[in-house]
Protein backbone atom coordinates (compact mmCIF):
# COMPACT_ATOMS: atom_id res chain seq x y z
CA UNK A 1 0.00 0.00 0.00
CA UNK A 2 1.44 3.52 -1.05
CA UNK A 3 2.05 6.21 1.33
CA UNK A 4 -0.75 8.31 -0.59
CA UNK A 5 -3.45 5.43 -0.39
CA UNK A 6 -2.66 5.25 3.18
CA UNK A 7 -3.30 8.99 3.48
CA UNK A 8 -6.46 8.77 1.35
CA UNK A 9 -7.84 6.10 4.05
CA UNK A 10 -7.00 8.01 7.05
CA UNK A 11 -8.53 11.11 5.77
CA UNK A 12 -11.67 9.06 4.56
CA UNK A 13 -11.86 7.42 7.81
CA UNK A 14 -11.55 10.38 9.92
CA UNK A 15 -14.11 12.00 8.54
CA UNK A 16 -16.22 8.27 9.15
CA UNK A 17 -15.35 8.85 12.94
CA UNK A 18 -16.51 12.78 12.76
CA UNK A 19 -19.62 12.24 11.04
CA UNK A 20 -20.91 8.63 13.16
CA UNK A 21 -21.28 9.31 17.09
CA UNK A 22 -20.83 6.26 18.06
CA UNK A 23 -18.54 3.51 16.98
CA UNK A 24 -17.34 0.38 18.86
CA UNK A 25 -13.74 -1.11 18.08
CA UNK A 26 -14.00 -5.59 18.57
CA UNK A 27 -11.81 -8.01 17.11
CA UNK A 28 -13.24 -11.03 15.35
CA UNK A 29 -9.87 -12.91 15.10
CA UNK A 30 -11.26 -15.85 15.99
CA UNK A 31 -14.09 -16.08 13.36
CA UNK A 32 -13.75 -18.45 10.55
CA UNK A 33 -14.73 -16.91 6.93
CA UNK A 34 -18.29 -18.01 7.01
CA UNK A 35 -18.85 -16.53 10.61
CA UNK A 36 -17.22 -13.60 9.22
CA UNK A 37 -19.84 -13.32 6.72
CA UNK A 38 -22.93 -13.58 9.12
CA UNK A 39 -21.04 -10.90 11.54
CA UNK A 40 -20.99 -8.64 8.41
CA UNK A 41 -24.51 -9.86 7.59
CA UNK A 42 -25.73 -9.26 10.93
CA UNK A 43 -24.14 -5.82 10.97
CA UNK A 44 -25.88 -5.15 7.46
CA UNK A 45 -28.87 -6.07 8.58
CA UNK A 46 -29.19 -3.69 11.84
CA UNK A 47 -27.75 -0.48 10.37
CA UNK A 48 -24.19 -0.81 10.80
CA UNK A 49 -21.08 -1.01 8.97
CA UNK A 50 -18.45 -2.79 9.86
CA UNK A 51 -14.78 -2.49 8.91
CA UNK A 52 -11.10 -3.65 9.41
CA UNK A 53 -8.26 -1.60 9.10
CA UNK A 54 -4.83 -1.56 10.58
CA UNK A 55 -4.24 -0.59 13.79
CA UNK A 56 -2.10 2.18 12.60
CA UNK A 57 -4.60 3.87 10.23
CA UNK A 58 -7.35 3.81 13.41
CA UNK A 59 -4.84 5.74 15.22
CA UNK A 60 -4.03 8.27 12.82
CA UNK A 61 -7.41 9.18 11.47
CA UNK A 62 -8.87 9.51 15.54
CA UNK A 63 -5.86 11.84 15.88
CA UNK A 64 -7.15 14.32 13.00
CA UNK A 65 -10.66 14.42 14.66
CA UNK A 66 -9.03 16.58 17.54
CA UNK A 67 -10.88 14.70 20.25
CA UNK A 68 -8.31 12.72 22.93
CA UNK A 69 -8.73 9.11 21.78
CA UNK A 70 -5.06 8.48 23.62
CA UNK A 71 -6.67 6.06 25.91
CA UNK A 72 -7.53 3.69 23.01
CA UNK A 73 -3.59 3.44 22.08
CA UNK A 74 -2.62 1.27 25.43
CA UNK A 75 -5.19 -1.78 24.77
CA UNK A 76 -7.47 -1.20 22.44
CA UNK A 77 -5.48 -0.68 19.18
CA UNK A 78 -3.78 -3.87 19.73
CA UNK A 79 -4.18 -7.47 17.53
CA UNK A 80 -6.91 -7.46 14.77
CA UNK A 81 -9.36 -4.44 15.10
CA UNK A 82 -12.61 -3.77 13.08
CA UNK A 83 -14.66 -1.03 13.70
CA UNK A 84 -18.64 -1.21 13.88
CA UNK A 85 -19.96 2.21 13.01
CA UNK A 86 -23.71 3.33 14.25
CA UNK A 87 -25.16 6.50 12.79
CA UNK A 88 -28.11 6.40 14.94
CA UNK A 89 -27.64 4.68 17.97
CA UNK A 90 -25.50 3.49 20.39
CA UNK A 91 -26.54 0.33 22.36
CA UNK A 92 -27.29 -1.69 18.79
CA UNK A 93 -23.95 -2.68 18.45
CA UNK A 94 -23.42 -3.95 21.93
CA UNK A 95 -26.79 -5.93 21.31
CA UNK A 96 -25.24 -7.07 18.09
CA UNK A 97 -21.79 -8.55 20.07
CA UNK A 98 -24.22 -9.93 22.44
CA UNK A 99 -26.48 -11.78 20.47
CA UNK A 100 -23.61 -13.42 18.04
CA UNK A 101 -21.78 -14.33 20.85
CA UNK A 102 -24.87 -16.43 21.78
CA UNK A 103 -25.35 -17.91 17.95
CA UNK A 104 -21.31 -18.43 17.77
CA UNK A 105 -19.73 -18.34 21.10
CA UNK A 106 -18.34 -16.13 23.60
CA UNK A 107 -14.75 -16.33 22.47
CA UNK A 108 -15.81 -15.54 18.66
CA UNK A 109 -15.72 -12.08 18.81
CA UNK A 110 -14.16 -9.72 21.23
CA UNK A 111 -15.31 -6.09 22.91
CA UNK A 112 -12.28 -3.52 23.06
CA UNK A 113 -13.38 0.09 23.28
CA UNK A 114 -16.20 2.16 21.92
CA UNK A 115 -16.81 5.54 21.44
CA UNK A 116 -19.81 7.67 22.24
CA UNK A 117 -20.23 10.71 21.50
CA UNK A 118 -16.66 11.29 22.86
CA UNK A 119 -16.88 9.33 25.86
CA UNK A 120 -14.54 6.50 25.75
CA UNK A 121 -15.34 3.12 27.04
CA UNK A 122 -12.95 0.47 27.05
CA UNK A 123 -12.78 -3.29 27.65
CA UNK A 124 -15.37 -5.88 28.21
CA UNK A 125 -16.89 -4.84 31.50
CA UNK A 126 -17.85 -1.50 30.12
CA UNK A 127 -19.97 -4.28 27.03
CA UNK A 128 -23.14 -4.45 29.45
CA UNK A 129 -23.17 -0.67 30.63
CA UNK A 130 -23.19 -0.36 26.83
CA UNK A 131 -26.21 -2.10 26.21
CA UNK A 132 -28.09 -0.60 28.58
CA UNK A 133 -27.60 3.07 27.22
CA UNK A 134 -30.46 4.87 26.56
CA UNK A 135 -30.59 7.05 23.26
CA UNK A 136 -31.24 10.42 22.83
CA UNK A 137 -34.96 9.96 22.08
CA UNK A 138 -35.41 8.05 24.83
CA UNK A 139 -34.21 10.34 27.20
CA UNK A 140 -36.03 12.88 25.34
CA UNK A 141 -39.35 10.83 25.81
CA UNK A 142 -38.73 10.30 29.51
CA UNK A 143 -38.50 13.98 30.27
CA UNK A 144 -41.88 14.78 28.37
CA UNK A 145 -43.34 12.07 30.30
CA UNK A 146 -42.20 12.98 33.82
CA UNK A 147 -43.17 16.55 32.34
CA UNK A 148 -46.59 15.47 31.82
CA UNK A 149 -47.80 13.33 34.39
CA UNK A 150 -48.28 16.13 37.13
CA UNK A 151 -50.77 17.90 33.83
CA UNK A 152 -52.27 14.72 33.66
CA UNK A 153 -52.62 13.77 37.79
CA UNK A 154 -54.57 16.97 37.72
CA UNK A 155 -56.66 16.80 34.83
CA UNK A 156 -58.09 13.50 35.99
CA UNK A 157 -58.60 14.87 39.59
CA UNK A 158 -60.95 17.60 37.91
CA UNK A 159 -62.55 15.02 35.93
CA UNK A 160 -63.51 12.29 38.50
CA UNK A 161 -64.56 15.26 41.15
CA UNK A 162 -66.95 16.16 37.74
CA UNK A 163 -68.19 13.00 37.46
CA UNK A 164 -68.59 12.44 41.99
CA UNK A 165 -70.44 16.34 42.41
CA UNK A 166 -72.44 14.84 39.26
CA UNK A 167 -73.79 11.78 41.37
CA UNK A 168 -74.27 13.40 44.47
CA UNK A 169 -76.58 16.09 42.29
CA UNK A 170 -78.78 12.85 40.98
CA UNK A 171 -79.06 11.16 44.09
CA UNK A 172 -80.24 14.28 46.11
CA UNK A 173 -82.63 14.83 43.36
CA UNK A 174 -83.91 11.48 43.43
CA UNK A 175 -84.21 11.05 47.11
CA UNK A 176 -88.12 11.90 48.15
CA UNK A 177 -88.04 14.85 50.75
Do not use: H, W
Not at 145 to 168: D, H, M, R, Y
Request: with cysteine; hydrophobic share 40%; net charge positive.
Amino acid sequence: MTREEKNQIIDELSEKFAVTPYFYIASTAGLTVAQATEFRRMCFSRGLEYKVFKNTLIAKALEKTGNDYSAFNEGVLKGMSGIIFSPENAKVPAKLIKDFRKEAGKDKIAFKGASIEGGLYIGEDQLAALENIKSKNEMIGEVIGLLQSPAKNVISALTSGEKKLAGIVKTLGERPE
